[in-house]
């Protein structure tokens, strides 16, 4: 179950930081929404991490949502859900936007009422 949270988490996200590499803010000098599309790194004001490809991107997002915000699974994607629940073990904020939780959360409830998972075990096509 918590892989399939983090999974749907991370869609949600992807939507929601640059619409899946497909839109990068002008403010945001220094960032590739194509290799970066979680904004790993990426500040209000400046970029401090890029990565030279999607892959490298992709992977610094799974580790740092398993390492530091689920702290190694042992925190709920439930939990980071909650109204100034996206906090790592250090306190730090995934997003400046105070409501970044509320926008995730109707972002989620948006795609499983609209693409639902189908019932079962499902193994892809």
């Known amino acids: 179950e918590s892989t399939l949270d983090l999974l749907r988490m991370s869609m949600v996200q992807g939507q929601m930081e640059s619409g899946f590499g497909t839109r990068a803010p002008r403010s ?3 960032w590739d929404p194509y290799s970066n ?3 790993i790194g990426v500040q209000d ?3 401090t991490m890029q990565f030279p490809d999607r892959a490298a991107g992709l992977d610094a997002y799974f580790d ?3 390492n530091d915000y689920t ?3 042992q925190i709920p994607i439930e939990q980071l859900l909650q109204p100034g629940g996206f906090v790592n073990y ?3 904020r995934y997003a400046s936007n105070q ?3 509320d926008m995730l959360r ?3 409830k948006f795609n499983q009422l609209n693409f639902p998972m189908p019932p079962g075990e499902w193994g892809g096509p």
């Open 28 to 30: 945001k000098e220094g």
């Open 45 to 47: 004001d400046k970029t």
């Open 90 to 92: 250090r306190g730090d």
């Open 37 to 39: 599309i979680y904004n």
């Open 106 to 108: 109707k972002q989620l």
């Open 64 to 66: 740092l949502m398993y």
């Open 99 to 101: 409501e970044y939780e």
């Open 71 to 73: 702290n190694q699974g």
